[in-house]
């Protein structure tokens, strides 16, 4: 059995583009980098955007073993 766990994706709100795992822009969701706690989401999106700039997605996904 899969366990659940919140995974949040960081999105530039003037283009629309989601940060990718190398820390560039993507078209796709799926294809988003993914966090896994709320405290990197936040300082990743700090890090990388002036505030107000962004918005942070949390969603369900299940973990991969």
């Given at each position: 059995m899969n366990a659940i766990r919140s995974a949040y994706v960081i999105q530039d709100r003037?283009?629309?583009l989601f940060l990718s795992e190398e820390l560039?822009?993507?078209v796709s969701?799926?294809?988003a980098g993914r966090l896994y706690d709320i405290d990197e989401?936040?300082?990743?999106?700090?890090?990388?955007?002036?505030?107000g700039e962004f918005e942070i997605h949390e969603f369900l996904?299940?973990?991969k073993w």
């Open positions: 003037r283009s629309g560039g822009f993507v969701f799926a294809k989401a936040l300082d990743t999106a700090f890090d990388h955007f002036d505030p996904e299940r973990e």
